[in-house]
């Protein structure tokens, strides 16, 4: 018997969708933490710490916030660290 069966599996599609979920907050893990925490874009991080992104970035760069990037290349930011800079002034 002839019977044809396709499977098509959008993972992109899956993908884009775990990560828009949850209030749009990811949760990674933190190495400088060492343990789960929110991780932000850098944009949010720029809203939640009343700065501008570039002021994240160099903040980043400066080492002063904990950071990791996703395999596709986009910077996230530990609310942990941000949240340590915002109040640490
Ligand atoms: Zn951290």
Redesign the pocket.
């Known amino acids: 018997m002839g019977r044809k069966r396709r499977i098509e599996i959008t993972v992109e599609t899956d993908r884009v969708t775990i990560i828009r979920s949850d209030r749009n907050v990811l949760r990674g893990w ?1 190495q ?2 060492g343990e789960q ?1 929110s991780m932000l874009t850098v944009d949010q991080a720029a809203s939640v710490a009343c700065l501008t992104p570039r002021t994240i970035n160099s903040l980043v760069e400066a080492e002063r916030l ?1 950071f990791t990037q996703t395999p596709e290349g986009s910077l996230l930011v ?1 609310l ?2 941000v949240t340590a800079v915002t109040s640490g002034k």
């Open positions: 933190c400088r933490c925490v904990h530990c942990n660290s």
